[in-house]
């Protein structure tokens, strides 16, 4: 079994930053692309941002330049840096990693969501 732990999101004001984090662990022998997604109220859930191993990043158009996703491969965690945050942005952030388990398979696996909340 792998769990995934999330942490960092809050209520911040306009232009404010958050970073949020989210940590695997269980039966882990490797994991591949690592993913921030979020839900809006209303809305369907988006992917905002992803990285690979090797470190190659991509972003959604409507946070490009704002938001940075980064790794650290020894503590199986991922990270998002979100600055210049708006309103928008208000959601329940998700991260996702695709995670090889005991027997060699390849598996998606959520976290549990954060809120962020972005208001004045």
């Known amino acids: 079994q792998v769990q995934l732990v999330e942490s960092g999101g809050g209520l911040v004001q306009p232009g404010g930053s958050l970073r949020l984090s989210c940590r695997a662990s269980?039966?882990?022998?490797?994991?591949?692309?690592m993913e921030w997604y979020r839900q809006a109220p209303g809305k369907e859930r988006e992917l905002v941002a992803s990285?690979?191993?090797?470190?190659?990043?991509t972003y959604v158009d409507s946070v490009k330049g704002r938001f940075t996703v980064s790794r650290d491969n020894a503590k199986n965690t991922v990270y998002l840096q979100m600055n210049s945050l708006k309103p928008e942005d208000t959601a329940v952030y998700y991260c996702?990693?695709?995670?090889?388990?005991?027997?060699?398979?390849?598996?998606?696996?959520w976290g549990q969501g954060t809120q962020v909340t972005v208001s004045s």
């Open positions: 990285i690979i191993p090797g470190g190659t990043t």
């Open positions: 269980g039966s882990i022998f490797g994991i591949n692309t």
């Open positions: 996702n990693m695709i995670v090889r388990g005991f027997d060699n398979q390849w598996r998606p696996n």
